[in-house]
Structures are given as structure tokens and as C-alpha cells.
């Protein structure tokens, strides 16, 4: 409710400016990045990459100068406190090891420079104005500004089908979806009287403490509200039914922005998701958790037996996120300072064990011959140890197994749960990881131990398959044993980064939980 | 970050950091990797040095590496304990490993596994290090079982060997027996007290009910016998002499095959507080003892005749700290790794020499042709005969003493009979293989070895010599006693003692029990008094009975591993192919079956999206109206 004596407090602006700064620092570069294509010889070099990862390293460095700060800017729609904190790092971290990655991917098609840097710019800015929102409206401009800014970056490999398709198929669904949001909200508004979610939260507590249990229209107008806004962003998060756009735009987008959907994307919904679930569902008047209990079994299940199925690494990486949000959901049915804890790490350790193994997907798209179709990963482990290597260890991770941040996020979701009594969740949830253990390391086997054929096949007339066909399909491909691909330095980067994240959260996680339970402490703080 | 800490931690880090470049990167530093490896564990043995001192001179402490899991009462850190046994045993640990490093750099020469070599020897001192400094359960148990793997890949080092290969298995399979039952006193303990940290864990001991004490000390004990290879889990260890000689040194005489011992020390706590399971500690290392010296009487194979009596002192050691005597336990130990490390170094001398020769029968009158050899494996076995004033004298005796004077006559005959068979299956050894007419091949060239190897054996020896002298005044007012049994002043005292008979009364009898043995053996194979075949055709029944190792490894065949073979052969025909394959196919075909459902779920087709979209929309909320 605007306050009119707030209009006249000095420092409201101040205020409010220094709330938004690391977001305006990403969005003022997005412009600088956007201006250079009137210059045809700034434009054509690498400037708007190093541009780009310049200005993801200011904001970092404004977070670590304004950490441990609470502002609450605009009135109150936007909130900056260690939450925030912890998620910017995550979201930047997954825009920048996104730039490192699209350097000479993106080289490789026939598309204009700046824009998409400057897209991956606004993408970052929004997904952090997302996770400090603190108000519907602002909640669905910036779920809008994120959607919007995915859709032209799925699309962007003009001529391409599949690209094309796929962004319009993702687009169709994101503004079906939005609509289910905004009607969401508006139930809640209805019934409410209030958009600032804390005082939603009060309004809540209030019913709640007056005992009311039959609060007649108001309860079924809330609750209409609350599953309509559920339903939104359970479709960013994509969970079960709502999934259904994740393994086609994973699938046809540019690699590097599937990386950036699959991590950005879905960390700053969930982040959004937990703000909101904190303050408002996790009252048990609705039985919300009954609802999200069957969503993540649904989730996990559906998407570890369509990964199980599928022979492109992509799709396979895109169910498999399917399945790693029904975990990270154990989490936040877990509830509590150590299920929200144990959600932010998970999501942060999610961050970089997928990054890791869409830069490997990356290396071998870039050499030109290998498709996208796991039976062509058959040797690499001999041909490129390192990089094998490395993909084993993020899909060990991604699997679960100890001395990797998996294992660490997956204990503390799980450990969570179980001091909140939800044993028969974390049983299928453990049932389901095993069971997901089988086609991580098919890859891991496929890598390693080849079949004879196989590997004749991979080093006979392999054609680059996939989505990147368009410009070079039907090129004469080479004799594979010869090629000497040369790995670029900005994935082995990635990669590097990667793995020094993952190990180090696998055996070191004290570091990153007490971050975590500091920023979880800092939700409560209202 | 004091200076503690981070000498504390450097120890480990230094044969860790070479596990890692031998292992990722061996083939670059090609011969170099040797000399590096061993400057490394030379490192750790200095700062262990300067530990010993710090400790010495001030007192132990405790230093965390960092908190690893902290979840509820669940406190796993990687922390160190160092106090003055862990400063001994890490002394040890590090110096014998230096020793035994230099010397395999001449011993693997030309051996085409170099670096994976160097690599698992500095990955096994960094497993025992941490085993010795670690301070609680989760760490020992980790790296109880770390040492337990290095020791399994380096006795199947030369794995191409199908007997090597097996040797490396059934080391592996055996110690499973003891760890199963080390594991779950592990668990037991954590239940009970709730905690992993051993200081707290001995702090709650004395209120816990003797009976679970007892359960817990036996379950840990097993996991000791299976380690120390104690009877009946003994049968691993003479097979494990199959790998290369400086292992045998290293892992199977001087520092893991203790580690059981040292357990039971660093639980002194627990094992105090149960009488019956100190005299079970106590029964087993006296049979063992035994068993293992009349084993040895007979063997052939010189590296067996090494690996039979390190099982055998391994049992006084066992008897030591069964009756309480700890400080007694640990000196046999320190002093039993220099002596055994330095016999095993020496046969490994003569094998070097003789080109692989093992065979007892086919050597003699070495005594000429490798004189460095012969001088320091007799230091070796004057030591293990228990002969002042080499440190097995000392040692043994302050064990065999303790035993007479807490009053168990039995085990403490048991004790000296043991010494004469020592003493007379070590000199039957050296009279046969350096003295005496030469059986040797005559196409062999026996030569010294080169000098890499006898520094370190001389080295070995002359310690065999002066480390005794730790044991003076003998027994229990010994420099050495002082020194340690701080360290177990919390123990319970189960076992007063009930004599007070002189040492020099006691030593006299194990000294004559030595000498006897010697001479025996002396007359037997040099004066040939009695042809060696006579004796063995009058003894014949006990002679194939030691000389068939009990038989015990026949015994295991027909109980458990013939029916373990039938029934698992029974699982595979039956249970695995029929039932669990047809279940898992039908799960593999239902989940196909699933596959093509969630197929036609993602059809591609934008109408069925929205579709399914909208149904999951309307079931939330038909949900939320019927509930």
C-alpha cells in the first residue's frame, strides 16, 4: 500500500537505487554491448565478450561491497538482503561461465554478435531483479522480462527448424503459463487486498492466529490464487505436468543457452519460488505440501524414465533437470532453516555440475563431427581424457555419488526431509536417484568401455546430426581419428571452474552451507 | 594456523601430493620419480621428527584440518590427535617408509610399473599416517580400509602373476571377515555413545554397561585379527609375500599389519573396561604366537619363514596388551618394525642377488659372495631371537616379563617356548642359506647388491642395535615406559600385578630359551650332529603338520569356501539367471513400456503440451475442492 509520507523520505530514492545497483550495472552494459552494432568494427571483434564478462564481474564485486546489507527499495517491491546475495552469485556465475561458453560457439553461425551478449545481459538482469522481488506485480514483470529474453535466445540460430521451433513452441507455452500467473495473482490480490508479499505473509498469519478456519470466500479465492500461481511458476521450475516445454527448448536452443536455462533459469524460479513458498504457501491451511509432495514424485519419476529413454545427450540432460528439480523440491517440502539451506546448495551445486557438462557437450558440437547422439561418445575417453574425465565427474555428481557437491545437496535435501517426517517421499526420492544412476553412467561406460562397432562407426563417415545441422549439412565429414580437435581455452575454463566447485562443495561443504543458512536466516528477518 | 597445524598437516600432504604425480603424471618423470617419491616420505619423517619433539617437550594436542560433515549430532571433521603414541607411531610409520622408498628404488629398477609403484607406496604412507593421527571413528574406519586396498593392489602389483593376483584377493577377501565385524563395533559404539570423537568416547566408557562394552571391544578386536593377521584369520599374510619384498617390509611387517595393534592401544580405554575381551585379546596372540613359530620350523621358502614369524610376534604383542601391558606392546612394536623390516629387507637382498631365488634348499654359503647381506640379516635375527643386546631382548622380554608378573604361567611358557622355536627357525635359515655347502644354481650369478640398497639396510640394522637401549633400565621404569604410558593413564587397571620376580632372573630364561634354540639349530645344520632327515623321519606326523601349516587353509577349502563356491554357483544357475534377470528384464521391458508412454506425452505436438498443461491445472485444483 503506498505510503504518501514515504514519497518524502529523503533517502527513499537513495534508497531505492542502491537496492537495484547490481542489476543496473548488468543492464547499463547490456545497452553499451546492444550500441556497438552501429559500429561495424567494435561489433565484428570480440569486444561485446569481454564487455559482457566485464560487467558480470562489477556487479559481483557491488554484491561482495553491499553483502550482509537488507534494503528495501521502491516500496518495498524490491528487496535486497543475504538471500538476494547468495542467489546473484549463483545467477552471475551461471551467466558467466554462459559467456565463456558461447565464445566460439556462437562464432560458428552466421548470427549478429552484440545482440546476444547483450540478451544474455538482460537475462542475467532479470533473473536477478526475480529473486529480489518482493511484490506480484513486480514477481510477473521480471518473470516476463526472463521469459521474454529466453525466447529470442532460443530462437536465435535464425534458418535453423529446430531452433525456430522450438522457441516458438517455448513461447506459446511461457505466455499460456504467464496467463495462469497473472490470474494467479490476481485471486490473491482479490483476496488479500495487498501485493507486497510480507504483507500477504501478515494478512496470512492474522487469519491463521485468529483461528479462523472457515473464512468463507476469502479461503477459496486464496487458494484459487495460490495453485493458478503455483501453476506459473511450477512451469519455470518445470515440474511434471508443466514440463512439457523444458526437453524441446533444452533440445533446440544454442547449447550455451540451454546451459543458461537450465541453470539461470531454473535457479532464479526456484529462488522465487522459496521466497514466496516461505512467506505465504507454508501455511498449512491449504495443505500445500500435500500438492508439492506429488509434484516433485511426478517430477522425478517422469523424468528420470524419459531420460532413461532418450539417445540425445541434450534431451538427456533436459530430462534429467526434469528429475533434479523434483529433488530440489524434496527440499522445500523438507521445509525449515535446514531444508532451505539444503535447497540453496543444491541449487548452487545444480549451477555448476550442469554447466560442467553442457561445456563437454559443447567441445565435442565445436569439433564439428560429433553429433549430439550419446553412441558417439563411444572412446572419447581415450581420445581426451581430460575432458572425459571431467564429464565423469559432473555426471557422477548429477548422480549422486559421495565426494561430489551432488552428494553433499542431495544429503542435506534429503536429511531435511527426514527430520520433517516425510520418510516415504525420501524413499521413492532415494529409489528414484538409484534408479537415475543407471543412465548417468551409461554415458560414463559408453565413454570409456566402447563396443567394437560402435566405435568403427564413430570413426567411419560420422556426419554431424543434431540441431546444428543447417549451413553444414551434408558436409563430407572427416576421418574421425585424424582430427585433431583443438579445445578451445574458454571451456576448458568452464570446465576447470566447474570442477573446482564441484569437488570442492563435495568435500568442503561446511564453507557453502553456512553461507546458506546466513542467507536463509536473512529470509525470515522481515 | 600455528606452527603445530600446519607441521601437523604437512605430513600427510607430502606423500599425497606424490600419490597424486606419480599416479597422473608418472610416465614424465620416468626413473626421477623414485628419488622424488622418497624425498617426500623423507620430509614427512623430519617434520614427524620435530613433532615428537614439540610433543615431547610440551604435550598432545588436537588440530582440525576442517569440519567435513556437521549434520544434527553427526560431527565427522578431518582432525588429528597428536599425543605422544601417535608421535611414536608416526616416527615409525614415516622413517621405516623413507627406508624402505630408497632401498625399492634399487630393488624395482627395471620393473616397467616404476612410477605406479612409487605411486601406491606414497598412497599407502599417507592412508597409515592418517590412520595414526586421525581422531575419530569415520576417519580411522576410512582409512583402516584406505590401507587395507593399498595393501590388496601392492601384493597383486605384478598382477599379470595369476598367483600374485590371488594372493592380492584373498588378502583382500580375509581382512572383509574381520572388517565386517570392526565396522559394526564401529556402528555399536556410535550408538551407544552417540558420538565419533575418541576423546568424548572414552570419557563415557566407565557409565556404559560392562556387557556392551565387552560386545564392542570383541567386534573391534575382530577387526584387528583380520588386519594383524591373527589365527584364524592369519592365512592371508604368508600368500600377501607375493608381492615385491620392500612391500613386504613396509605393509605386511612394519607399519599395517600393526595397525590392529595400535588400535587396541589408542582404545586402551575400552579394552580395559572389558576383562574378558583383553583375555580373549590375550588367548588369541599367545596361540597365535605359537602356531605361527611351529609353522615356521618347517617352511622352505624364506619369505614365508619372515611372514610366519611376523605373525607370530605380531601375537606378543597381542598378548601385551591383553594383559594391559600397552607401553609394553608398543615398544615390541616399534622395535619389531625395525628388526622385521630390516629381515625382510635382506631377503629381498638375497632374492635380488640370487635372481628371484626363494627356495631355502636351493642357496647356501651366501656368506662370502654377499657378505653386507649376511651381516645385517644376522643382526636381524639375533634381534628377533630375542639375544642382548640387540632391541628384540629388550622388548620381548619386558612383554614375556609382564606376563609372568600379572600371573599368567601359562601364557607366559606358552611365551618362552615360542622364543626357542624363534630362535631356532631363524638360525635354521641363516646356517642353511649363508653358511653350509652351496646348492646354489650354478648359471646364477649371485652378487652384492648395489649400494641404494644396503644403506638402508645398514641403516635398519644398526638401529636393530641401538634401540633397544630405549628398554633400559628394563622393564617398567624404561625410558621408553616413561615416556609413553602418560598416554594410558586412563586405562583401567584389570591386571595388578601379582609378582614381582627380578628381570634379570626372567631375561636369563629367555635368553637361555634363545641360545638354546641357536644351538640347536647350529648343531643340527652346520656340526650336522644329526642329519636333519633322521629327526624329521622320527617326528614324522608333527613334522607334515607343520609342515602343512596346520593344514588350516585346507581346513577353510572344504568348510567355507567349497560350500560358499556350490551356493553361489546355486545363485548364478538358479536365482540369478532365472529369477533376478527375468525380473530385471520385465522391469527393463516395463520401464520401456513407461518410456513409450512419457514418448507419447512428448510428442512434439503443441496441442497435446497445452493439453496436458491445462489437466495438470485442473487437477491441482480439483484437488484442493474434493480434499
Known amino acids: 500500500m503506498l505510503d504518501i509520507s514515504q514519497v518524502y523520505n529523503i533517502n527513499f530514492l537513495e534508497e531505492g537505487m542502491l537496492s537495484v545497483i547490481p542489476e543496473a550495472i548488468v543492464i547499463i552494459f547490456a545497452f553499451i554491448v546492444l550500441f556497438l552494432t552501429f559500429f561495424e568494427k567494435l561489433s565484428k571483434s570480440d569486444n561485446p565478450y569481454y564487455l559482457s564478462l566485464i560487467s558480470i564481474g562489477f556487479s559481483m564485486l557491488y554484491i561482495l561491497m553491499l553483502s550482509g546489507r537488507t534494503i528495501d527499495g521502491f516500496y518495498g517491491s524490491i528487496v535486497f538482503n543475504r538471500f538476494s546475495v547468495f542467489l546473484f552469485i549463483g545467477i552471475l556465475f551461471s551467466g558467466f561461465l554462459t559467456i565463456l561458453m558461447s565464445k566460439n560457439y556462437i562464432d560458428n553461425f552466421e548470427v549478429p554478435l552484440p545482440e546476444y551478449y547483450s540478451l544474455i545481459l538482460f537475462g542475467v538482469a532479470s533473473m536477478m531483479l526475480l529473486v529480489s522481488s518482493n511484490n506480484l506485480i513486480m514477481v510477473f514483470l521480471s518473470i516476463e522480462f526472463m521469459s521474454i529474453t529466453a525466447y529470442i535466445l532460443t530462437g536465435y540460430l535464425k534458418g535453423n527448424l529446430r531452433s525456430t521451433e522450438a522457441a516458438l513452441k517455448y513461447f506459446v507455452l511461457g505466455t499460456f503459463a504467464s496467463a495462469f500467473l497473472i490470474f494467479g495473482s490476481v485471486f490473491i490480490y482479490a483476496a488479500t487486498g495487498h501485493l507486497n508479499l510480507y504483507n500477504i505473509h501478515f494478512f496470512i498469519v492474522n487469519i491463521a492466529s485468529k483461528g479462523l478456519v472457515n473464512f468463507g470466500d476469502i479461503k477459496i479465492y486464496l487458494a484459487i490464487g495460490l495453485i493458478l500461481f503455483l501453476v506459473g511458476l511450477a512451469f519455470k521450475m518445470s515440474l511434471f505436468p508443466f514440463h512439457s516445454w523444458t526437453p524441446d527448448a533444452y533440445d533446440g536452443a544454442p547449447t550455451p543457452v540451454t546451459n543458461f536455462m537450465a541453470t539461470g533459469v531454473k535457479i532464479a524460479a526456484f529462488a522465487i519460488f522459496l521466497r514466496i513458498f516461505s512467506l505465504i504457501y507454508n501455511f498449512n491451511i491449504m495443505d500445500f505440501n500435500n500438492i508439492l509432495w506429488m509434484l516433485a514424485i511426478l517430477s522425478m519419476s517422469f523424468g528420470n524414465i524419459a531420460a532413461l529413454m532418450s539417445s540425445n545427450i541434450k534431451r538427456l540432460l533436459a530430462y534429467s533437470s526434469i528429475a533434479q528439480a523434483g529433488y530440489i523440491l524434496v527440499g522445500i517440502i523438507g521445509g525449515g532453516y535446514y531444508g532451505y539451506s539444503g535447497t540453496l546448495f543444491y541449487l548452487l551445486a545444480y549451477v555448476f555440475m550442469t554447466a560442467g557438462a553442457f561445456a563437454v557437450v559443447i567441445i565435442f558440437e565445436n569439433f564439428d563431427l560429433m553429433s549430439l547422439d550419446i553412441k558417439k561418445y563411444s572412446g572419447i575417453g581415450y581420445k581426451y581424457p581430460i575432458v572425459a574425465a571431467a564429464m565423469t565427474f559432473f555426471l557422477l555428481s548429477l548422480a549422486g555419488i559421495p565426494v561430489t557437491s551432488g552428494f553433499m545437496g542431495k544429503f542435506y535435501v534429503f536429511s531435511a526431509a527426514i527430520k520433517s517426517r516425510y520418510n516415504l517421499l525420501v524413499l521413492i526420492a532415494f529409489i528414484n536417484s538409484a534408479f537415475a544412476a543407471f543412465y548417468y553412467i551409461k554415458i560414463i561406460v559408453r565413454m570409456y568401455m566402447p563396443d567394437k562397432e560402435e566405435l568403427i562407426a564413430s570413426l567411419n563417415g560420422v556426419q554431424r546430426g543434431g540441431m546444428s545441422g543447417g549451413s553444414d549439412q551434408g558436409k563430407p565429414s572427416g576421418d574421425f581419428g585424424i582430427v585433431n580437435g583443438k579445445i578451445n581455452e574458454e571451456l576448458m575454463i568452464v570446465i576447470f571452474i566447474c570442477l573446482f566447485f564441484t569437488l570442492l562443495m563435495g568435500i568442503y561443504p561446511q564453507l557453502f552451507i553456512n553461507f546458506a543458512h546466513n542467507s536463509i536466516s536473512s529470509l525470515w528477518n522481515i | ?627
Not at chain 2, 599416479?23 to 614427512?44: D, P
Open chain 2, 1 to 627: 594456523m600455528d606452527a603445530k597445524f600446519i607441521i601437523t598437516w604437512l605430513i600427510p600432504l607430502f606423500p599425497f601430493a606424490g600419490w597424486f604425480l606419480w599416479g597422473l603424471f608418472g610416465k614424465y618423470f620416468k626413473g626421477y620419480s623414485g628419488y622424488i617419491a622418497s624425498s617426500f616420505v623423507v620430509i614427512s619423517f623430519i617434520l614427524s621428527s620435530i613433532l615428537f619433539f614439540i610433543v615431547s617437550y610440551t604435550h598432545g594436542f588436537t588440530t582440525t584440518l576442517y569440519p567435513w560433515i556437521h549434520a544434527a549430532n553427526f560431527k565427522a571433521g578431518v582432525s588429528a590427535v597428536i599425543d605422544r603414541l601417535s608421535v611414536v607411531m608416526l616416527v615409525m610409520v614415516t622413517g621405516v617408509s623413507a627406508l624402505v622408498h630408497i632401498y625399492s628404488i634399487g630393488y624395482m629398477q627395471d620393473d616397467k610399473g616404476f612410477a605406479r609403484y612409487f605411486s601406491f607406496l606414497n598412497l599407502f604412507v599417507f592412508s597409515m599416517i592418517m590412520l595414526v593421527i586421525s581422531n575419530n571413528l569415520l576417519l580411522l574406519y576410512v582409512f583402516w580400509e584406505a590401507v587395507g586396498f593399498c595393501s590388496y593392489i601392492l601384493i597383486g602389483f605384478w598382477y599379470e602373476k595369476k598367483s600374485a593376483s590371488d594372493a592380492g584377493k584373498k588378502a583382500f577377501i580375509v581382512n572383509r571377515v574381520g572388517d565386517f565385524g570392526f565396522a559394526i563395533g564401529i556402528f555399536l559404539l556410535f550408538i551407544t555413545t552417540g558420538t565419533l570423537n575418541y576423546e568424548t568416547i572414552f570419557k563415557m566408557i566407565p557409565s556404559i554397561p560392562s556387557i556392551t562394552v565387552t560386545i564392542i571391544a570383541l567386534l573391534l578386536f575382530a577387526g584387528a585379527v583380520g588386519k594383524s593377521a591373527q589365527f584364524p584369520l592369519h592365512v592371508w599374510l604368508p600368500d600377501a609375500m607375493e608381492g615385491p619384498t620392500p612391500v613386504s617390509a613396509l605393509i605386511h611387517a612394519a607399519t599395517m599389519v600393526t595397525a590392529g595393534v595400535y588400535m587396541i592401544a589408542r582404545f586402551h580405554v575400552i579394552f580395559s573396561y572389558s576383562q574378558f575381551a583383553s583375555e580373549v585379546v590375550l588367548t588369541i596372540g599367545t596361540f597365535t604366537a605359537f602356531l605361527a613359530a611351529f609353522i615356521a620350523l618347517t617352511q622352505f621358502d624364506i619369505k614365508r619363514i619372515i611372514a610366519y614369524s611376523t605373525i607370530s610376534q605380531l601375537g606378543y604383542m597381542f598378548m601385551a596388551v591383553g594383559i594391559g601391558s600397552y607401553t609394553a606392546g608398543i615398544f615390541h612394536l616399534i622395535s619389531h618394525a625395525v628388526f622385521k623390516g630390516l629381515l625382510f629387507l635382506t631377503a629381498g637382498s638375497v632374492m635380488h642377488g640370487l635372481a628371484g631365488e626363494l627356495d631355502l634348499r636351493k642357496m647356501g654359503g651366501l656368506y662370502s659372495k654377499m657378505r653386507t647381506t649376511a651381516i645385517t640379516f644376522i643382526v636381524g635375527g639375533l634381534a628377533l631371537s630375542g639375544i642382548p643386546p640387540f632391541s628384540g631382548f629388550f622388548s620381548k622380554d619386558a612383554i614375556l616379563a609382564d606376563v609372568y608378573n600379572k600371573g599368567f604361567y601359562f601364557a607366559w611358557v606358552i611365551g618362552e617356548i615360542t622364543a626357542l622355536m624363534t630362535a631356532f627357525y631363524i638360525f635354521r635359515l641363516i646356517f642353511v642359506a649363508f653358511f653350509g655347502e652351496s646348492n646354489l644354481d650354478p648359471e646364477v650369478h649371485v652378487h652384492e647388491s648395489p649400494k641404494i640398497m644396503t644403506i638402508p639396510m645398514i641403516i635398519l640394522a644398526s638401529l636393530a642395535l641401538i634401540i633397544g637401549f630405549l628398554g633400559i633400565p628394563p622393564f617398567n621404569n624404561s625410558i621408553f615406559y616413561s615416556f609413553l604410558h602418560v598416554d594410558f593413564k586412563n586405562a583401567y587397571n584389570f591386571a595388578p600385578f601379582v609378582n614381582s620376580t627380578p628381570w634379570y632372573i626372567l631375561s636369563l630364561i629367555s635368553v637361555l630359551a634363545g641360545l638354546i634354540g641357536i644351538c640347536t639349530a647350529y648343531l643340527l645344520y652346520i656340526k650336522k650332529v644329526v642329519n636333519p632327515e633322521t629327526v624329521k623321519n622320527i617326528f614324522k606326523p608333527i613334522y607334515a603338520l607343520s609342515y602343512n601349516k596346520v593344514y588350516i587353509d585346507e581346513i577353510y577349502n572344504f568348510i567355507i569356501v567349497k560350500p560358499v563356491l556350490g551356493f553361489s554357483n546355486f545363485l548364478w544357475k538358479v536365482i540369478d539367471i532365472s529369477i533376478i534377470d527375468g525380473a530385471v528384464n520385465g522391469i527393463a521391458s516395463g520401464f520401456a513400456f513407461f518410456g513409450v508412454k512419457a514418448k507419447r506425452i512428448q510428442n512434439g505436438m503443441l496441442m497435446s503440451y497445452i493439453l496436458t498443461l491445462t489437466i495438470g491445472v485442473a487437477a491441482l485444483l480439483f484437488y484442493f475442492f474434493i480434499r
